[in-house]
């Protein structure tokens, strides 16, 4: 846990996350990144020389497949935690799986789930959000970017919403999944399976694998890649064309 520790407190740093009276949520998936920010921004908290409040809040899709014992040992962990637990109730997996039947329903649910985090941080009056994106969630973020969308884009560490005006965090940003599995088996952290059908079916998913499977044969170019994302004063790419106007990209499902 002290290398994520470190890792959270640099992002913390580095891009200003917290300040004096911050009221944080976590979005609590129940998988092992952001059980490991939870536990992190808590263990943060005693020596943090900023002073802010913490809660988790879990958006309930209404899967059938979703364990109950899962969740409640999620609640009893919350507990012990001293970190107030709200799951709010939805039927985001019916509307996206079975009346809008969608074949690629990654972007959809992220956008609803989204909206749902957002409306339960205002009725709590959070204006934090901390989301628990690693740093090869970056690089697969800006993959997925590059390959289906034809840009060069990643979601930032710090991102305001300003319909919700809701700051977006994100203080795992330089910790790295192996690290990040490592703490949550070694601290016995109550993971929830991921219920949606198409876990390890997505576009998401085979960008992981293509990363892994690159980190494999060349053992730096992880590293390397991530130090181009996060020095864009280094792109040597073209210059606009005549007439053309630069895009200012928002946050991904903004609401």
């Known amino acids: 846990m002290r290398k994520i520790l470190g890792c959270v407190r640099k992002a913390i740093e580095d891009f200003e996350m917290i300040q004096d009276g911050d009221r944080i949520a976590v979005g609590l998936s129940g998988g092992k990144d952001s059980l490991t920010l939870l536990t992190a921004l808590k263990l943060y908290q005693r020596f943090s ?3 802010y409040e913490l ?4 958006i309930d899709m209404g899967l059938k497949e979703t364990d109950p014992a899962e969740v409640e ?3 009893r962990y919350c507990e012990e935690l001293e970190v107030p637990f709200h799951i709010e109730p939805t039927n985001i997996g019916e509307v996206v799986f079975d009346i809008r039947k969608e074949t690629n329903p990654c972007s959809l649910c992220s956008k609803m789930r989204r909206g749902a985090l957002n409306a ?3 009725s709590y009056n959070v204006n934090k959000l901390a989301l628990a994106h690693n740093s090869e969630d970056v690089l697969e973020t800006f993959l997925l970017s590059l390959i289906y969308e034809g840009r060069l884009s990643t979601f930032q560490p710090v991102s305001h919403m300003s319909r919700s005006d809701i700051t977006l965090i994100r ?3 330089y910790a ?5 599995k490592g703490v949550a088996r070694r601290h016995n952290l109550p993971i929830v399976n991921n219920p949606c059908p198409k876990n390890h079916k997505s576009q998401r998913e085979y960008m992981k694998n293509l990363v892994n499977s690159i980190k494999k044969e060349i053992p730096f170019a992880k590293d390397r890649m991530f130090a181009a994302v996060t020095n864009a004063d280094r792109y040597n790419l073209f210059p606009l064309k005549k007439g053309a106007k630069a895009e200012t990209k928002k946050e991904n499902n903004e609401e």
């Open 49 to 51: 020389p900023q002073k």
């Open 55 to 58: 809660r988790a809040i879990m």
């Open 73 to 75: 040992a999620l609640k």
């Open 120 to 122: 339960v941080c205002k």
């Open 171 to 173: 203080p795992l940003i």
């Open 176 to 180: 790295e999944a192996g690290d990040i």
